[in-house]
């Protein structure tokens, strides 16, 4: 089969191919390890996130997206050139034409940055849309009706926050602050309370296993491993999810106050229609449990989770790819 158009949602910790007749066809980590010695590249996605932490000094692991944008070309053009030729086989001769999801607030530099990655990976076009816009497309969100919507994304590195009417963007705030920063606080926490270095993916693994936004009544528990900083010995101890509550709680609030200065640069009109309607969170911040309910006791407004949120900005890709005549005016831009 050839492929002539290829959907990537390009994330900070995870990266998400969607072909338009088939759906996702890829959904690995935005990881990538590199050999310094032949400057070569040895893995990309899950292989190279299980080396996380264990490599030697002769590899290096990068994530080569930082808050959402590129923070190493070479390595990120690597990365999309090994998802063409995943996705597309080995016809060099036929380039397909790429939309690529960039953070709202991202600038011209990182989007034409983006687009370079993708020609030089072997893209015969690359279009650029909002990620605000595909999470809502990927949701289901009429965008082009006129009444209002707001849609909250919360990444790995980005978390984004726009009402969307007729087709386009009325407000959009967009916060580096997002997974990352929960996972960050994690083992933060714990480095203080239990003295114990715990790896990025461990932290990564306790938010996904019993992280919460709320705290529950009957707490789950978690055994994790790590370094002792005063014995410098491993060590395992229990967390509850209470815990993981309190931990990422700063994280959180400055995730509400990004809807709130949002909801307050909203016209009326569409305050109105969202009250009725309530808010939808996507991305992979949505899937820690009770966060709907959190944002509805703060705000006020009804939230609700998109159905597989993590999958909502690639699945807006592809939507847009079927119809790019449709959305060309509305929410690309292309280079």
Same mark, same amino acid.
């Given at each position: 089969m050839l492929i002539k158009k290829i959907g990537i949602d390009l994330g900070t910790c995870n990266s998400l191919v969607f072909l338009p007749s088939?759906?996702?066809?890829?959904?690995?980590? &935005? %990881?990538?390890?590199?050999? @310094?010695?032949?400057?070569?590249?040895? $893995?990309?996605?899950?292989? $190279?996130?299980?080396?996380?932490?264990?490599?030697?000094?002769?590899?290096?692991?990068?994530?080569?997206?930082?808050?959402?944008?590129?923070?190493?070309?070479?390595?990120?053009?690597?990365?999309?050139?090994?998802?063409?030729?995943?996705?597309?086989?080995?016809?060099?001769?036929?380039?397909?034409? @790429?939309? #690529?999801a960039v953070p709202a607030g991202a600038t011209s530099t990182e989007k034409r940055a983006v687009i370079e990655a993708g020609m030089n990976a072997g893209a015969k076009a690359v279009y650029i849309a909002k990620e605000p816009i595909l999470a809502a497309?990927? $949701? !289901? #969100?009429?965008?082009?009706?006129? &009444?209002?919507?707001?849609?909250?994304?919360? !990444?790995?590195?980005?978390?984004?926050?726009?009402?969307?009417? @007729?087709?386009?963007?009325?407000?959009?705030f967009s916060t580096r602050v997002a997974g990352d920063k929960m996972n960050l606080a994690i083992s933060d926490y714990i480095k203080k309370k239990y003295n114990l270095a715990v790896g990025e993916q461990t932290a990564e693994e306790i938010k996904m296993k019993i992280g919460t936004a709320l705290p529950e009544k009957e707490q789950r528990h978690l055994e994790i491993r790590g370094r002792d900083l005063i014995l410098g010995l491993p060590r395992t101890i229990k967390v509850s999810s209470n815990e993981i509550c309190g931990a990422i %709680?700063?994280?959180?609030?400055?995730?509400?106050? %990004?809807?709130?200065? %949002?909801?307050?640069?909203?016209?009326?009109?569409i305050s109105a229609d969202i009250m009725d309607k309530g808010m939808i969170v996507s991305g992979g911040g949505a899937l820690l449990r009770n966060i709907d309910e959190l944002i509805t006791q703060i705000i006020g407004v009804p939230c609700f989770i998109a159905e597989e949120p993590l999958?909502?900005?690639?699945?807006?890709?592809?939507?847009?790819?079927?119809? @790019?005549?449709?959305?060309?005016? &509305?929410?690309? &831009?292309?280079?």
């Open positions: 088939k759906g996702i066809v890829l959904q690995e980590p &935005s %990881v990538v390890a590199v050999s @310094l010695d032949e400057n070569k590249i040895l $893995a990309v996605g899950e292989e $190279a996130k299980e080396m996380t932490g264990r490599t030697p000094d002769t590899i290096r692991v990068y994530r080569p997206l930082k808050d959402g944008v590129i923070a190493d070309f070479r390595v990120t053009q690597a990365m999309i050139g090994y998802f063409i030729k995943k996705v597309a086989g080995p016809f060099k001769f036929l380039k397909p034409e @790429l939309m #690529i497309i990927g $949701a !289901g #969100i009429p965008i082009n009706s006129c &009444s209002g919507n707001l849609i909250l994304d919360i !990444g790995g590195g980005t978390c984004e926050v726009a009402t969307i009417s @007729l087709g386009g963007i009325v407000t959009v %709680v700063g994280v959180l609030e400055e995730i509400i106050q %990004v809807v709130k200065l %949002v909801l307050r640069e909203t016209p009326p009109e999958l909502c900005v690639a699945k807006g890709t592809g939507v847009v790819l079927e119809n @790019l005549e449709v959305y060309k005016k &509305s929410i690309m &831009s292309k280079k």
